[in-house]
């Protein structure tokens, strides 16, 4: 049976992955900091598509936690045939007055433990030619956003990364997508203190639809996935998308 790794798995988008992956009959790792929300989950998955679950409750936000999990996955014998780096959190707020302790925490789980267990990982696909890894980015790694200025920054981060990656595996049989989906109703707007907010109330996709278009897309081995047409016109507006690709390409030649 193959084993699916996901991150922020306890609610969202990472949640309705983990029922996609299950139903496709891979064991789960579950990994968040609410063991009660992914026992649950667990419990769900075992009954309903009879299906192996490990639970793990680990802080992603702090320094070595994606090395550490790595390696506690290791001792336990399992291999990871699909990676998804689903957890993050952003903030709304002007930087200037915005909390130093929790945009670094916000920049060590986005950026830093992403990094840490996609380079684990990827090093075991490579030798054995197959797997997948998802980066959930987001639409905002397209532009700078005022009062999401560290977010914005960490999920673009997240999309070069992952976009410099899927180049350099051109040649493998390994899959890596930067899933990029806008406003999804996951709990992230109450983290983010968006209770209320316009781009909440009437923009935002079901965390099931973004979880669907972003599988398909890591299945097709897609370069990055912008789930929703409205989010991809206006992520071509700010950036130009259909040239991404080009621009890696070019950019692989200076180097």
């Known amino acids: 049976m193959k084993t699916a790794l996901i991150t922020g798995a306890s609610s969202g988008i990472g949640k309705e992955l983990a029922y996609l992956l299950a139903k496709e009959k891979y064991h789960l790792i579950l990994v968040a900091r609410r063991d009660d929300l992914l026992n649950s989950l667990a419990k769900e998955c075992e009954e309903k598509f009879e299906v192996d679950s490990t639970v793990i409750k680990h802080d992603l936000s702090k320094q070595d936690s994606g090395v550490e999990l790595y390696n506690t996955i290791k001792e336990m014998g399992i291999t990871v045939d699909v990676l998804i780096n689903n957890a993050g959190f ?78 350099e595996l051109k040649n493998t049989s390994v899959h890596i997508t930067a899933l990029c989906p ?58 130009g998308t259909p040239i991404r690709r080009l621009k890696v390409w070019v950019s692989s030649k200076l180097t």
Do not use: W
């Open 90 to 167: 952003g903030d709304n707020c002007e930087f200037a007055t915005s909390s130093l302790e929790k945009n670094q925490r916000m920049m060590h789980l986005n950026m830093l433990s992403l990094t840490e267990l996609t380079h684990k990982y990827v090093n075991e696909m490579i030798v054995r030619n197959s797997g997948m890894i998802m980066n959930v980015a987001s639409t905002a790694a397209f532009q700078a956003m005022p009062k999401f200025s560290v977010y914005a920054a960490t999920k673009a981060y997240v999309l070069h990364l992952t976009e410099a990656i899927h180049f």
């Open 182 to 239: 806008g406003a999804t109703k996951t709990g992230f707007e109450q983290a983010a203190e968006m209770i209320g907010s316009k781009l909440f109330e009437k923009n935002a996709m079901t965390a099931k639809q973004v979880a669907d278009y972003g599988l398909n897309a890591l299945k097709k081995n897609k370069m990055y996935a912008i789930p929703g047409f409205k989010n991809r016109v206006l992520t071509f507006m700010a950036d």
